[in-house]
């Protein structure tokens, strides 16, 4: 039995995890760490250097300024971590690649299996029609949603100009822009209302046509069984920081 810490267990995602995991003999949640404190089913921290119960990973739905503290307490109780948050700071991103060299982290900005075949697409689509067709990002999220653009939206961003040899230009939103689009520009879009769980569209316009590739999450369960099956990967690795590339090709 795999024995989890949630960080950020009194949230959307965090209680989605719990509850899966509760519906499966494999896994058991044995602490939560939140700076909400309400009592849930197994004993809630508001830091992880707090906890008392022995684990084998934390699984991290929360906010990116509470990354820092979570990694930095992973890498003193020597414990893999599965990172989910997103709106990560270049220097909160330096802070998990530092420690992954001690300690194995997990990190996805989408821990759907769906996303990611979603950008294997995009990367053929992206190489194949490269030199005459335009690529923008649209991305649509619940009004609860805090960071803009998706951290899904900027990693298929990254996987594009990957293949491109950092060709593109992020241009977010273009209301501040009165000239013509230039080639080199990849354009990323955030729309956010209601509930909306989670949709991203890649749109490659070329002239007299357009080809639109796109994936819609219908309920937060895809991020949370995602999560656990990462979990259930990261642990027993060497360290490092792994991806959802590395479980895909596990199987
Ligand atoms: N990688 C993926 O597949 C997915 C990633 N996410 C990301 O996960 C994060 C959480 O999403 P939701 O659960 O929807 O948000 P939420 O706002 O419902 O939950 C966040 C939780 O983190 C807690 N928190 C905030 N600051 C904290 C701190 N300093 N220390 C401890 N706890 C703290 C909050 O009290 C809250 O309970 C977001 O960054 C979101 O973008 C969400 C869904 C899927
Ligand atoms: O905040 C969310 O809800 C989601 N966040 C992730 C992101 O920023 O890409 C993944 C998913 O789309 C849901």
Excluded: W
Aim: some cysteine.
């Amino acid at each position: 039995m795999i024995r989890i810490i949630i960080h950020g267990c009194n949230g959307k995602m965090g209680k989605v995890v719990a509850k899966l995991a509760a519906e499966n003999p494999d896994f058991k949640i044995v602490a939560g760490v939140d700076k909400n404190l309400s009592p849930l089913e197994f004993p809630v921290y508001s830091d992880l250097k707090d906890v008392k119960e022995e684990a084998d990973v934390v699984i991290d739905f929360s906010y990116h300024e509470a990354v820092p503290n979570l990694v930095k307490a992973a890498l003193q109780k020597k414990l893999p971590v599965v990172i989910a948050t997103t709106g990560l700071s270049e220097e909160e991103l330096n802070v998990i690649k530092d420690a992954s060299k001690e300690i194995p982290i997990f990190k996805s900005a989408n821990m759907s299996l769906g996303v990611n075949i979603l950008i294997n697409l995009v990367k053929e689509a992206a190489k194949i029609l490269q030199q005459d067709f335009d690529i923008e990002i649209i991305e649509k999220h619940h009004n609860m949603k805090k960071d803009a653009p998706s951290g899904t939206a900027l990693m298929i961003a990254d996987s594009i100009n990957q293949v491109l040899n950092d060709k593109k230009e992020y241009v977010y939103g273009r209301h501040t822009k009165t000239e013509q689009r230039k080639t080199n520009e990849l354009g990323i879009h955030a729309v956010r209302g209601g509930t909306i769980v989670g949709e991203h569209q890649v749109i490659f316009a070329g002239h007299d046509e357009v080809i639109t590739i796109s994936h819609s999450a219908q309920s937060r369960e895809i991020f949370g069984y995602g999560a656990l099956h990462a979990a259930k990967f990261i642990i027993g690795q060497k360290p490092g920081l792994y991806s959802m590339e590395d479980l895909v090709k596990k199987g």
